[in-house]
């Protein structure tokens, strides 16, 4: 079933956009406190912040150490020479341990964090009836599988590492910031007649000069984030169109639309080109201002220092102890320019990832302005049907409509549901199923584990066909006899030697094959009622008939409701009359205001 009930507008109307980035980092944070695995996902970052604050102490000495090596070299002293040299080897040796251990950290942290995000939006996805409804859920719903998979390792990927980097960034700014104002009273400055410092006057040059540099690269670089939001979901379909000519390349070579085909391709990969052509450009617009900002900050602490170095007052080793610092707290201030494209990035792939695990947590919410069918567990043994009006996909003012006021079936019974319109008896057939809840009326189920629901192309998982056939159950409830039993009973005794082979069954069977072994899976499960939607169209009317007869054989007091007349109008006992109708105007009215 294709399209919803209203109109596309109304399917996109919950955007997460007005969330801010903190809020919605605040939302994953408190699914990952109630997550079994929080206290392995917390062990990481607080390695990372020990190690990274490690890694800051021995930086100062490291620049410390500098001063020393340039005055040793300045007062021409070889052993002070050699020492700093043994100095330099211990540094370097720490600093490597530290590096190694925070690069284990980094990587090993990637892999947890993207596995319990992939398993929050997995349980969040596959919740009952959330997948079926996602696709009448507008763009947000668009493509689930690229945003699960592709979308959730880039953006735990890049939180990660701009996690790392910021708290790395944030640490050498506090460690280094005292560093350079207590060096910034050694540069004085000498105007007319007498000598005066500013207090802290490098810091300020850092913040200033790092400042206009994060200024710059935000107006030049905010397009990104729009621009990285509009190409993953152009990716998505690029890739959805690949997936469906690859997956009914058989009906396409026999049609002969490969020509067409291409055409479509190439439409939908020239939105993906432009949108790449855009970034291409606005990437090198923001590397003007973030290259331009690296180099000249290799010669601005020299000349910020120099009045202090040629004033007499910082020694060639003291100058490269100030010019050390100084490149530390520009590279921590800097932090937001030099990762703006990544952060950008970061940013469009949350909001993806957050507008579909909002929208599929609101999921009851959707199309909340329509009337919906009541439910209700009915007595044993019966299923009530009172004034039923199941509204079409993609339609506000057409229903399918039962022409009695209320049906009661019984176990047993064999029953058409009659119409013109094949549409009106699908939507139907899944408000049964309880996955199309717009309409009027009451429907009472029996419990849903005496209920079994085939569509004309049954879901086959790839795996052993035991498990194929069993499923959504477990293959061990039943033995080796029940399986080759189902198997003899629709005539595909054939395949009983294949129970232990892996398939893609849906690709390695034709439909008739699949359909008849739809009905084999009804053998094995054996429910108290069958619901079927053109579930034997694709089987040949000898091999129906031999279904049939092992269903009445084996089956006597189950229920069977069908929507389709291919089974032959001589097996039911009863009909119900589906009508193709307009909905109630006073309905419609209320709907849409």
Not at 318 to 338: H, K, S
Not at 473 to 502: C, F, I, N, P, S
């Amino acid at each position: 079933m294709d399209g919803s009930p209203t109109p596309p507008a109304a399917a996109s109307a919950l955007d997460v956009s007005a969330s801010g980035v903190l809020h919605q980092l605040w939302i994953l944070i408190k699914a990952m406190r109630a997550s079994p695995r929080r206290l392995a996902l917390l062990f990481l970052p607080m390695g990372s912040i020990v190690v990274i604050a490690t890694n800051a102490v021995f930086q100062i000495q490291l620049n410390n150490w500098q001063g020393a090596l340039y005055d040793a070299l300045q007062n021409r002293d070889l052993g002070a020479f050699g020492h700093q040299l043994l100095v330099f080897l211990s540094l370097i040796g720490a600093l490597l341990l530290l590096v190694v251990a925070q690069a284990w950290l980094t990587e090993v942290g990637k892999v947890r964090l993207r596995g319990w995000l992939t398993r929050d939006m997995l349980d969040e996805w596959l919740k009952p009836k959330r997948a079926y409804l996602l696709a009448f859920a507008g763009e947000a719903g668009v493509n689930p599988d690229q945003r699960i998979h592709e979308d959730a390792r880039h953006l735990t990927e890049l939180s990660v590492d701009l996690g790392n980097g910021l708290l790395q960034a944030s640490l050498m700014l506090v460690s280094f910031i005292g560093v350079l104002w207590i060096l910034s009273t050694q540069v004085v400055f000498n105007f007319g007649h007498g000598d005066f410092t500013i207090p802290g006057y490098m810091v300020w040059c850092a913040i200033a000069y790092a400042s206009i540099g994060s200024w710059l690269a935000w107006r030049v670089g905010r397009p990104l984030i729009a621009l990285n939001a509009e190409r993953y979901a152009r990716e998505a379909d690029f890739r959805a169109s690949l997936i469906k000519v690859a997956e009914r390349s058989e009906a396409v070579v026999l049609y002969q639309g490969e020509s067409d085909e291409r055409a479509h391709l190439d439409q939908t990969f020239h939105k993906v080109q432009s949108l790449a052509r855009q970034l291409a450009n606005g990437i090198v617009s923001l590397t003007w201002v973030t290259s331009g900002h690296g180099w000249l900050a290799m010669a601005a602490p020299f000349v910020i220092a120099s009045p202090g170095y040629f004033g007499g007052r910082l020694s060639l080793g003291t100058l490269m102890v100030a010019v050390g610092a100084f490149n530390q707290v520009q590279y921590a201030l800097r932090w937001f320019v030099d990762n703006f494209s990544k952060i950008a990035d970061w940013r469009a792939t949350l909001f993806r990832i957050m507008a579909l695990r909002d929208r599929l947590q609101r999921i009851e919410e959707l199309h909340a302005d329509q009337h919906r069918i009541t439910f209700y567990e009915a007595p044993a043994g019966v299923l009530v049907l009172e004034q039923v009006e199941a509204y079409l996909p993609g339609s506000l003012v057409e229903c399918a409509a039962i022409e009695e006021s209320r049906i009661e079936l019984k176990a047993g019974e064999h029953v058409l549901i009659e119409g013109d319109s094949a549409a009106a008896k699908t939507t139907l057939f899944m408000s049964l199923a309880g996955l199309w809840p717009w309409g009027d009326g009451r429907i009472g189920l029996p419990p849903r584990a005496d209920m079994l629901f085939l569509p004309e192309r049954p879901y086959f998982p790839r795996a052993t066909l035991r498990i194929a056939l069993a499923y959504p159950a477990d293959a061990q409830d039943h033995t080796d006899e029940h399986y080759a039993g189902a198997l003899h009973a629709v005539g595909l005794d054939r395949l009983v030697e294949d129970l232990d082979r892996v398939a893609d069954w849906d690709r390695h069977l034709s439909l008739e094959e699949q359909q008849t072994l739809g009905f084999a899976r009804v053998f094995l499960h054996t429910p108290r009622w069958v619901f079927l939607n053109d579930s034997l169209g694709a089987v040949r009317e000898k091999s129906r008939a031999a279904l049939l007869a092992a269903f009445a054989a084996k089956l006597s007091q189950c229920t069977i409701v069908s929507t389709g007349g291919d089974i032959g109008h001589h097996f039911f006992q009863r009909s119900i009359h589906l009508q193709h109708v307009p909905r109630n105007k006073a309905k419609i009215t209320a709907s849409r205001s």
